[in-house]
C-alpha cells in the first residue's frame, strides 16, 4: 500500500484523461494520472480513425491512444495503472484509494472514466468487435460505402446512427426486440419516409456469422421472439446502439449525477457541484460522442483546475 500526494488528480486515460494530464504537466501541476484496466478508453475499439486532426492518414484508436500517452508521460505525468475503486469527496484534500490498495490524497481531481458502450455480450461478439462490429457510426459508418448494414437498437440513438448512415451504406436495416420503436416520433417520421432504410421487429441477434480470421462479418442469425423461428439475415456490418452506461458507479452519494448517471457540471464549465472537482469528456456529456470533443473538454478541465488551484 502506497500513499501519494498531488495537486492534481486526473481519473481516466482516454483522450480526455491524456490530454488534460499534458495541459496540466505543461502548466507545472505535476499531475498523478490513474488509467484504469484498460488503458486508452472506447476509442481504442476503432480500427481505424480519421477524423482526429493532426494525422494525414487513419491510425488505429490504439496507436493514437499509445501515442497520447507517450506524449502526457514525456511532458511529466505520472502514470499509474491502476483503477480507483472508491473515493470520499466529503473533505479536503479529496481521498481516493485503488485496486492494489494504494490511497491518492488530491487537491483537485478531474474525472474522466467515460461512458462505456452497452453490448449485447452473446459469444461471437467479441471475435468481430471492430471487424464488422461497432458502436460508433461517426466513426466508422465511412468504411461501409455501398454496403448493406444493421443498427440494432430501438432508441434515439439507433434512429440517428442509422439516418447517418444511409449517406454511405445501400441499404440499413434497424434490427429492434420489440414491436415498436422508442425513438422519438420526429425521428420515427424520418426513417418511415427514407427508402434506403428497412425495420425488423420483434427480433433478437442469436449469432454473428463469418470467417474468423481475419475475421469478418457476413451474416447474423436472428431469432423471432414471437414465433421462434430463426432465419440467417446477410449483412456487411452491424452498429450496436443499444445505449451507454457512465462509468460513474464510484461517484454516487458523492457527486450530483443526472438522471442517467452523466456527471452534472456548470453550463459552458467542466466544474462539478463540488469545488475543486471537474469532470471532462463521456463521463459529463453524452451528447457529442467523440474523441476530439473529449479531448478538448480534457484540455478546459486542466485549464480550470489550474485556475481553481491558483486562486
Ligand atoms: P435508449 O436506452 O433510449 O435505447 C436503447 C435501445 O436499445 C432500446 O430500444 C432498447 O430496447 C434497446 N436495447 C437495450 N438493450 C438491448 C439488448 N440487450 N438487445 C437488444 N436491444 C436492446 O438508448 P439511446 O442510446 O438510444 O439513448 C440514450 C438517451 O440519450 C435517451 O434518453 C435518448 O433519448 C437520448 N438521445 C437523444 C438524442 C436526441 O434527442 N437527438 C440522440 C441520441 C440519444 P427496448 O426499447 O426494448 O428497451
Not at 461517426?138 to 444493421?150: E, L, P, Q, S
Not at 452523466?262 to 471532462?280: L, R
Request: proline share 4%; hydrophobic share 40%; aromatic share 8%.
Amino acid at each position: 500500500m502506497a500513499e501519494f500526494n498531488t495537486r492534481i488528480l486526473i481519473i481516466g486515460s482516454g483522450p480526455a484523461g491524456y490530454t488534460a494530464g499534458i495541459y496540466a504537466a505543461r502548466s507545472g501541476l505535476e499531475p498523478i494520472l490513474v488509467s484504469g484496466l484498460e488503458s486508452g478508453g472506447q476509442i481504442t475499439l476503432s480500427e481505424n480513425v480519421e477524423n482526429f486532426p493532426g494525422f494525414a492518414h487513419a491510425v488505429s484508436g490504439l496507436e493514437l491512444m499509445n501515442n497520447m500517452r507517450s506524449q502526457a508521460e514525456n511532458l511529466g505525468v505520472k502514470i499509474i495503472n491502476d483503477k480507483i475503486v472508491e473515493v470520499d469527496f466529503k473533505h479536503r484534500p479529496f481521498e481516493c484509494s485503488s485496486e492494489n490498495h494504494d490511497v491518492f490524497y488530491a487537491e483537485s481531481i478531474i474525472i474522466a472514466t467515460g461512458a462505456s458502450a452497452k453490448w449485447l455480450n452473446i459469444p461471437s461478439e467479441k471475435r468481430y468487435r471492430g471487424f464488422g462490429i461497432s458502436v460508433c457510426a461517426t466513426c466508422d459508418g465511412f468504411f461501409y460505402r455501398g454496403k448493406d448494414v444493421v443498427v440494432i437498437g430501438g432508441g434515439n440513438s439507433a434512429a440517428e446512427e442509422a439516418l447517418y448512415l444511409t449517406t454511405f451504406a445501400r441499404s440499413v436495416t434497424i434490427i429492434h426486440r420489440r414491436d415498436a420503436l422508442r425513438a422519438d416520433q420526429h425521428l420515427q417520421n424520418k426513417l418511415l419516409h427514407n427508402p434506403q432504410i428497412h425495420i425488423k421487429y420483434n427480433c433478437t441477434i442469436e449469432e454473428f456469422i463469418g470467417p474468423e480470421n481475419p475475421p469478418k462479418i457476413e451474416a447474423i442469425k436472428l431469432k423471432n421472439v414471437r414465433t421462434d423461428k430463426t432465419e440467417i439475415f446477410k449483412t456487411d456490418g452491424v452498429f450496436l446502439a443499444i445505449g451507454h452506461q457512465p462509468n460513474t458507479s464510484i461517484f454516487q452519494n458523492q457527486l450530483e449525477l443526472d438522471k442517467n448517471g452523466y456527471i452534472k457540471t456548470k453550463p459552458g464549465s467542466t466544474q462539478t457541484n463540488i469545488e475543486g472537482i471537474f469532470a471532462a469528456g463521456d463521463v459529463k456529456n453524452p451528447e457529442f460522442r467523440q474523441a476530439i470533443i473529449a479531448a478538448g473538454s480534457g484540455a478546459m478541465a486542466a485549464m480550470e483546475a489550474g485556475r481553481w488551484l491558483s486562486k
